[in-house]
């Protein structure tokens, strides 16, 4: 089995684990590390009752993953709480992105995945008043510098990330799902139609699955460092398969791609999760999706094909960095015009980083 | 007959060839480690302080794989540093070249406190007597690596000097074993304790200031499979001049301490409370004060007998 097809074949099917060797146990909990899925691998193990048989030392790795994961998931639901608390008096409707709302939908999805930041979106009009709500209630804003705060701010979709200061858990505000300059541009307000209430919860929704899945191409497909690449398709791959079982979501999928702008990011999660994870995608629906032209289609699969596999030494080839560099720098293409992008890479050029390290 | 296979057994260029091209594995109960590097130092360094350690075969599952690499282009030659990778992936900031084997016990320590959770992970020293465990939790600078050197340089076995692993589900204490850090005026202290301890070379300027590890004792490495059960928690505390006291301790604050002290406290949640409230429950809880380690090893010898 060729090393990338390792990782691939233990998630999609569990039961071939049985008959793996010490050293590619060796191999398979690294690569699952690394593309940050070893909690969710641990999941599809245990889902098929399979951790008894799992040899002891990469058992081991298993139930820690699944500990570590089953804490992030309780702190997620705390975290979203507290944002609740905060945001409930300005009366403004937060819809839940990615991770947090697989957490509060309770799909499959979100057994056994790690989480980090929370990301909301909120109305466009309304940042200014989440922003003070939040920072009333102890996030602040960084150490951002005010060419940063512009960056993120007119630019793109999301104010800088958020702090609390006692808990240390970090809040994306968006307005949108993409940036304001990106060349696609998105219907947000279509978006803002029809999101689904959290139960318990005032003000407080998750997107519908048609928009959870779009949203999640969208992120995908212009995201420039694909550290969790893999770990996004393996989402993708699990919201299909959970919506897909009912056809009236799949009828919706292509033309709610239509309305929302994103039918070229969709092509390609569905075009890129069939082919690497083997999720089941109806003919049809591809389809119905407009292709691009085949040179581009070319390319794109070159990059992505290799992109998209887990960031580790056993799953890349010769091509690999240059694909993913590729990709770096196809993401700043179309997330700005290009003259802005000039100002902004030379900006970061020539400026000393200002930016946070990571700490030791 | 079978032996296993000890790093003493091989000659030291088998042991650079293996580390060289990454295929040393090396038994460091209850895990197993690969570990790469092209640096002399660090075939040296483990070839002393590993030398009773098992080795295994490439082709095991490891679960740690590591390398301390010289760092990259010019910090190769020009003041030269060196990197611990997780991996492949560098895991912290560069040290100076001459911090080589001290980083590989830390990026070690850092890789089990982050990634064991079958066990509560405590940062505390612990050692063992007729079957029973002494854990010494403690900031770093109150003197506990001094304390566990100096009373396993009079008859305690070494379980482990930094990370006590304690079993989540059954409570017991899985012994480590590993080569003791000693900082500052500690290397003097135990030289003079234990004059044939087995030291690496005082490693000066690092970020504890300057550092030293004692090789463990071959026994404790020996009988590095059998566990202990916990009897004691003492909280050590190094005072010049002072006169060496034993004093019962609060087992509320105890609680407090030992979970603060704790990596992977938070993570487990509930069944951490639980575990670290069976380990209470069944410990003598002490506060212990000393100046000078004979003194110490007598008191402790006490507290063993008096059991």
């Known amino acids: 089995m060729k090393a990338p097809e390792l990782l691939v074949s233990a998630l999609t099917r569990p039961e071939s684990v049985a008959a793996l060797l010490p050293s590619q146990w060796d191999l398979l909990i690294r690569q699952a590390r690394r593309a940050n899925v070893l909690s969710t691998l641990a999941n599809v193990i245990e889902s098929q009752a399979l951790t008894d048989g799992v040899p002891t030392a990469p058992r081991h790795h298993l139930v820690a993953a699944t500990a570590v994961a089953r804490q992030q998931r309780q702190a997620v639901r705390w975290e979203v709480r507290c944002i609740q608390e905060a945001l409930a008096a300005t009366g403004v409707p937060v819809v839940l992105l990615k991770g947090a709302a697989y957490v509060m939908a309770d799909l499959p999805t979100a057994r056994g995945r790690m989480f980090s930041d929370v990301d ?39 104010i800088p990330p958020m702090q609390h200061i006692r808990r240390g858990t970090v809040i994306d505000v968006h307005h949108a799902i993409l ?13 803002w139609q029809a999101p689904d209430a959290v139960p318990g919860y005032d003000n407080l929704y998750v997107l519908q699955p048609t928009d959870m899945v779009l949203h999640s191409a969208a992120h995908l497909f212009h995201e420039g460092e ?8 393996v989402d993708l791959d699990s919201l299909l398969r959970q919506f897909g079982s009912d056809d009236a979501f799949l009828g919706r999928l292509g033309p709610r791609a239509q309305e929302l702008g994103l039918e070229r990011p969709l092509y390609y999660a569905l075009r890129y999760v069939q082919r690497i994870l083997g999720t089941p995608v109806p003919h049809r629906i591809l389809e119905s999706i407009p292709a691009p032209g085949r040179p581009s289609l070319r390319a794109m699969d070159f990059c992505y094909l290799r992109a998209l596999l887990p960031e580790h030494s056993s799953c890349t080839d010769r091509w690999s960095g240059l694909a993913r560099s590729a990709l770096y720098v196809r993401s700043h293409w179309i ?13 970061k050029a020539v400026t000393p980083d200002q930016a946070d390290r990571k700490e030791q | 007959m079978w032996c296993l296979l000890r790093l003493a057994d091989l000659t030291p260029s088998e042991l650079g060839y293996r ?3 990454g295929s040393l594995l090396i038994g460091i109960s209850p895990f197993v480690v690969r570990i790469r590097s092209s640096i002399d130092a660090i075939s040296e360094a483990l070839g002393t302080m590993y030398r009773d350690f098992p080795i295994n075969e490439p082709d095991e599952f490891a679960d740690f794989h590591i390398e ?8 190769r030659w020009f003041r030269p540093q060196v990197n611990f990778h997780f991996d492949g992936i560098p895991s912290f900031q560069p040290l100076p070249a001459n911090q080589a084997y001290p980083m590989l016990e830390w990026g070690l320590n850092w890789c089990i406190a982050t990634h064991s959770h ?14 029973k465990a002494a854990i010494l939790p403690a900031p770093p600078g109150s003197g506990k690596s001094t304390l566990c050197a100096g009373l396993v340089s009079r008859g ?42 087995v030291m690496t070379d005082p490693v000066a300027d690092t970020k504890k200031g300057t550092v030293a590890l004692m090789r463990p004792p071959s026994e404790s490495v020996r009988r590095i499979a059998e566990t202990a059960r916990p009897a004691w928690i003492v909280f050590p505390t190094y005072t010049a001049g002072a006169s060496t006291t034993l004093s019962p301790y609060s087992k509320a604050h105890t609680f407090i301490r030992v979970a603060r002290e704790s990596f992977n406290y938070d993570i487990h949640g509930r069944t951490g409370f639980e575990a670290v409230s069976r380990l209470i429950d069944t410990c003598a809880c002490f506060e212990f004060c000393y100046s000078d380690l004979e003194d110490a090893a007598r008191e402790f010898s006490r507290l063993s007998v008096a059991s």
């Open chain 2, 68 to 75: 301390v690499a010289p760092g990259s282009r010019l910090r």
């Open chain 2, 156 to 197: 305690w076995r070494l379980l482990s000097d930094e990370l006590t692993l304690i079993d989540m589900n059954t409570g017991v204490i899985h012994p480590m074993s590993r080569p003791i850090n000693l900082k500052n005026a500690s290397i003097e202290v135990i030289r003079g304790f234990q004059p044939d301890a």
């Open chain 1, 226 to 233: 694909l550290h969790n690449g893999f770990r996004d398709l």
């Open chain 2, 118 to 131: 079958r066990f509560l992970l405590i940062h505390a020293a612990v050692i063992e007597s007729g079957g």
């Open chain 1, 335 to 347: 997330r700005m015009p290009f003259f802005l992008l000039l100002y902004h890479l030379t900006r």
């Open chain 2, 19 to 21: 580390l060289g091209n």
């Open chain 1, 120 to 158: 909301i979106m909120v109305p466009r009009e309304s940042i200014s008043r989440i922003e003070s709500a939040l920072a009333m209630h102890g996030w602040t804003g960084g150490h951002h510098s005010n060419y940063d705060q512009r960056y993120y701010r007119r630019w793109m979709h999301e």
């Open chain 1, 179 to 191: 940036p304001e300059t990106a060349r696609i541009k998105v219907n947000t307000k279509a978006l």
